[in-house]
């Protein structure tokens, strides 16, 4: 692995799993330093004596505990250079029909609100960079942002609505002359342990894994290290001149006519 | 930071269509920095001072075709060169382009012909003539063998007086999903994607600018570098190197899941 992001610092939000997790791993074997937030402390333990990597317990959410966060990672690091608005979730979601008004706010407040208070608190301490305001903010929205689900209104609605707050951020960025870049990341299915779960759980596994992988012409899952990789390409300067854009990685899946 | 030498194309052979000038010059660069051997193909005689000079600057691992890629014998005479020297193929860059500008009642059918055919034909014909090879190449490495079409913004968003190029454009995105839906249904070991830049500083760029002032609609070419870089919130334009980086990314095995996918580096212009 090389060391593109040596001396730059990184804040993984919903870390202690799937492409979250795979990313604190990625961004930490090329040199950067990650601070990575969720709930499960018992994950997180096991992920930072893998990686180096520093856990912080924080629901993207609470409004409050943003400031202090923030406050404690340019403290120990004076910095930060890199922001992966990646938490998210589905439980509750239904048909626009059947959902609960308590899950729909509940999904909107972390996939929606949650993103855009990462942003909004990236944002405001990448400004601050003692080497002026520069950073690489990536928000991790999904290709249903494009291929809406019927029995996940609520997921589909925050997953479009992120891009939105991506090119407004990253247009906002350039106004103020900013080096900051805002960019989604668009994943298709991606094998992480929800989705092998889901599987698993499901009356006929078999069946429902071979939905899953024929969602993409190439008739498999992506693997959480290969959304690993676009993240920290975007985090890198490789990517310095994109920003505002979105980033499909779904094995042609939103490429054809089949649409989710 | 980058990647930027450190070999993780070894092993790996790549063509790039118009790789004299510009963006393909740039990606024929980090190709060779990152361990790649490369075939550079263009319009430029073989003898020219150009083409002679770059292949001695670039060294040993690059080479040179003359092609123009309109010409399906000239696609063949391509194929046979790189069958021949390397007898594999792993990253196909179709870069060669040209542009064109004007009211959409102004133009010829021999300027619209010239650019549908550069632009569109070149892609398609690059594309048949290499895929054969490809698909055997690409079992060579994870991720397999990698299409790079190159686009552009105008292929996503409409501008005046660029309607041909916009036709060009949006054509070359459309086709790369085509194939890549067709090679992953296949279980063909080869990706395609579109690269997308927005406004970058190359030499069919200050062609374009200096017909804009020759053409009365700026007064000199400088003004219309100061009016995009105004227009893209990054605040400037590309340099060629800021597209090969992404390239780069699409011929590596980092990109393995991504197939009939736009790659956008446009500072910002579409966001707007």
Same mark, same amino acid.
């Given at each position: 692995?090389?060391?593109?992001?040596?001396?730059?610092?990184?804040?993984?939000?919903?870390?202690? =799993?799937? &492409?979250?997790?795979?990313?604190?791993?990625?961004?930490? /074997?090329? @040199?950067?330093? *990650?601070?990575?937030?969720? %709930?499960?402390?018992?994950?997180?333990?096991?992920?930072?004596?893998?990686?180096?990597?520093?856990?912080?317990?924080?629901?993207?959410?609470?409004?409050?505990?943003?400031?202090?966060?923030?406050?404690?990672?340019?403290?120990?690091?004076?910095?930060?250079?890199?922001?992966?608005?990646?938490?998210?979730?589905?439980?509750?979601?239904?048909?626009?029909?059947?959902?609960?008004?308590?899950?729909?706010?509940?999904?909107?407040?972390?996939?929606?609100?949650?993103?855009?208070?990462?942003?909004?608190?990236?944002?405001?301490?990448?400004?601050?960079?003692?080497?002026?305001?520069?950073? =690489?903010? &990536?928000?991790?929205?999904?290709?249903?942002?494009?291929? /809406?689900? @019927?029995?996940? *209104?609520?997921?589909?609605? %925050?997953?479009?609505?992120?891009?939105?707050?991506?090119?407004?951020?990253?247009?906002?960025?350039?106004?103020?002359?900013?080096?900051?870049?805002?960019?989604?990341?668009?994943?298709?299915?991606?094998?992480?342990?929800?989705?092998?779960?889901?599987?698993?759980?499901?009356?006929?596994?078999?069946?429902?894994?071979?939905?899953?992988?024929?969602?993409?012409?190439?008739?498999?899952?992506?693997?959480?290290?290969?959304?690993?990789?676009?993240?920290?390409?975007?985090?890198?300067?490789?990517?310095?001149?994109?920003?505002?854009?979105?980033?499909?990685?779904?094995?042609?899946?939103?490429?054809?006519?089949?649409?989710? | 930071?980058?990647?930027?030498?450190?070999?993780?194309?070894?092993?790996?052979?790549?063509?790039?269509?118009?790789?004299?000038?510009?963006?393909?010059?740039?990606?024929?660069?980090?190709?060779?920095?990152?361990?790649?051997?490369?075939?550079?193909?263009?319009?430029?005689?073989?003898?020219?001072?150009?083409?002679?000079?770059?292949?001695?600057?670039?060294?040993?691992?690059?080479?040179?075709?003359?092609?123009?890629?309109?010409?399906?014998?000239?696609?063949?005479?391509?194929?046979?060169?790189?069958?021949?020297?390397?007898?594999?193929?792993?990253?196909?860059?179709?870069?060669?382009?040209?542009?064109?500008?004007?009211?959409?009642?102004?133009?010829?059918?021999?300027?619209?012909?010239?650019?549908?055919?550069?632009?569109?034909?070149?892609?398609?014909?690059?594309?048949?003539?290499?895929?054969?090879?490809?698909?055997?190449?690409?079992?060579?490495?994870?991720?397999?063998?990698?299409?790079?079409?190159?686009?552009?913004?105008?292929?996503?968003?409409?501008?005046?007086?660029?309607?041909?190029?916009?036709?060009?454009?949006?054509?070359?995105?459309?086709?790369?999903?085509?194939?890549?839906?067709?090679?992953?249904?296949?279980?063909?070991?080869?990706?395609?994607?579109?690269?997308?830049?927005?406004?970058?500083?190359?030499?069919?760029?200050?062609?374009?600018?200096?017909?804009?002032?020759?053409?009365?609609?700026?007064?000199?070419?400088?003004?219309?570098?100061?009016?995009?870089?105004?227009?893209?919130?990054?605040?400037?334009?590309?340099?060629?190197?800021?597209?090969?980086?992404?390239?780069?990314?699409?011929?590596?095995?980092?990109?393995?899941?991504?197939?009939?996918?736009?790659?956008?580096?446009?500072?910002?212009?579409?966001?707007?």
């Amino acid at each position: 692995m090389s060391k593109r992001l040596e001396g730059k610092v990184a804040l993984v939000t919903g870390g202690t =799993s799937g &492409i979250g997790a795979g990313t604190v791993e990625r961004l930490a /074997a090329e @040199g950067a330093k *990650v601070i990575f937030t969720g %709930s499960n402390e018992a994950a997180a333990q096991k992920l930072c004596a893998a990686t180096g990597a520093r856990f912080e317990k924080h629901n993207v959410t609470d409004a409050a505990a943003w400031g202090p966060l923030i406050d404690r990672i340019l403290e120990e690091h004076g910095r930060l250079d890199i922001a992966f608005a990646n938490a998210g979730i589905e439980a509750g979601d239904g048909s626009v029909e059947d959902i609960t008004i308590e899950a729909w706010n509940n999904i909107m407040g972390v996939n929606l609100t949650g993103a855009m208070l990462t942003v909004q608190h990236a944002m405001r301490a990448m400004a601050r960079n003692p080497d002026g305001p520069t950073g =690489s903010i &990536i928000v991790n929205s999904s290709m249903n942002a494009h291929r /809406a689900m @019927g029995n996940f *209104v609520a997921y589909s609605v %925050s997953k479009s609505a992120v891009l939105a707050l991506v090119k407004s951020s990253a247009v906002h960025a350039g106004n103020q002359k900013y080096k900051i870049r805002v960019n989604a990341v668009l994943p298709g299915v991606v094998e992480t342990a929800m989705i092998k779960n889901l599987i698993d759980k499901s009356g006929d596994p078999e069946a429902t894994r071979a939905a899953y992988e024929g969602l993409s012409p190439m008739g498999r899952m992506a693997t959480v290290e290969e959304i690993a990789g676009l993240v920290a390409w975007l985090a890198s300067d490789e990517a310095r001149f994109s920003s505002g854009s979105e980033f499909t990685m779904d094995g042609a899946s939103t490429a054809g006519m089949n649409g989710v | 930071m980058s990647d930027l030498g450190s070999q993780r194309l070894q092993g790996r052979v790549a063509l790039v269509s118009g790789g004299l000038r510009g963006i393909g010059l740039a990606c024929v660069e980090r190709f060779l920095a990152e361990g790649a051997e490369v075939v550079i193909t263009d319009l430029d005689a073989p003898d020219s001072e150009l083409a002679t000079s770059t292949v001695e600057r670039l060294g040993q691992a690059a080479s040179y075709v003359q092609a123009n890629v309109t010409k399906s014998e000239d696609w063949e005479r391509a194929r046979a060169t790189v069958a021949e020297r390397h007898g594999k193929l792993h990253i196909l860059v179709n870069n060669a382009g040209t542009d064109l500008t004007g009211p959409v009642e102004s133009l010829t059918d021999g300027d619209w012909r010239r650019i549908m055919s550069i632009n569109v034909d070149g892609v398609f014909m690059g594309t048949r003539a290499f895929v054969p090879m490809m698909a055997e190449s690409g079992k060579d490495f994870k991720g397999g063998a990698s299409i790079i079409n190159v686009s552009s913004i105008m292929g996503l968003v409409g501008m005046s007086e660029v309607s041909a190029y916009n036709a060009t454009k949006g054509a070359v995105r459309m086709f790369t999903k085509g194939i890549a839906v067709e090679f992953a249904e296949k279980k063909m070991p080869i990706r395609a994607n579109s690269l997308h830049p927005g406004f970058v500083v190359t030499p069919l760029l200050a062609q374009g600018f200096q017909r804009w002032v020759d053409s009365g609609v700026a007064e000199k070419a400088q003004d219309l570098v100061d009016m995009v870089a105004g227009k893209t919130p990054i605040g400037r334009l590309a340099d060629p190197s800021e597209l090969a980086s992404a390239v780069y990314f699409l011929a590596s095995e980092d990109s393995s899941y991504m197939t009939g996918a736009e790659l956008v580096v446009d500072g910002g212009w579409t966001a707007q």
